[in-house]
């Protein structure tokens, strides 16, 4: 079960994108963690299957697992599946549309990662958070995105640079931006 829910992460990573390659290893291991009674690894597959169908544009199927992973979470404490969950229902509403509710579920993913000290889940949600705020054209609090990733050394200067341009693209200050 484990091996399989690996090749399809691993899967995932190499064919990054509209892909679904990783989907049979995902459904796999799934299937075996039903037959195992282990909510745990079946939350953890439904959120790669989630993941998998969200980088295919498959909004559909991604909200189906979504929904299955969020029955299963209200059966265990899980912290770690709940803020995967929302992190992963955070990006379906940014893709659909939906950015005010996004940055919202965003902002209390942030509680929890935070309180859960998973600093890489932090640096991906300020990441999140200044990409929905550029597209509500909310450049004071993109800035601050950005602010809080140099601030909390998260990224490097050359990523942040990219960012820096956009933001200053966007705001229309072209020598800034150059």
């Known amino acids: 079960m484990r ?8 899967s995932r990573e190499v064919f990054l994108g509209a892909s679904l390659k990783a ?19 079946q939350i953890r597959q439904l959120l790669s299957l989630a993941d998998n169908y969200g980088q295919a544009g ?16 209200q059966t265990c404490d899980l912290p770690s599946g709940r803020l995967s969950l929302g992190m992963q229902f955070g990006i379906f509403l940014g893709e659909t549309g939906k950015q005010q509710e996004a940055i919202n579920i965003f902002k209390r993913c942030m509680e929890l990662a935070r309180a859960l000290e ?19 054209e909310n450049t004071a609090l ?3 995105m950005l602010d809080s990733l140099l601030v909390n050394h998260f990224a490097e200067e050359s990523i942040l640079s990219e960012a820096r341009y956009k933001l200053e693209k966007l705001r229309g200050n072209r020598e800034a931006a150059f």
């Open 118 to 136: 998973n600093k890489a889940a932090v640096e991906n949600l300020f990441w999140q958070l200044f990409e929905l705020y550029l597209s509500v």
């Open 58 to 73: 498959r909004y559909d199927r991604m909200l189906e697992y979504l929904e299955t992973a969020a029955l299963l979470l």
């Open 142 to 144: 993109a800035g601050t």
């Open 23 to 41: 989907v049979p290893y995902h459904e796999q291991a799934l299937s075996l963690a039903y037959a195992l009674k282990d909510t745990s690894y």
């Open 3 to 10: 091996a399989l829910g690996l090749i399809g992460g691993i």
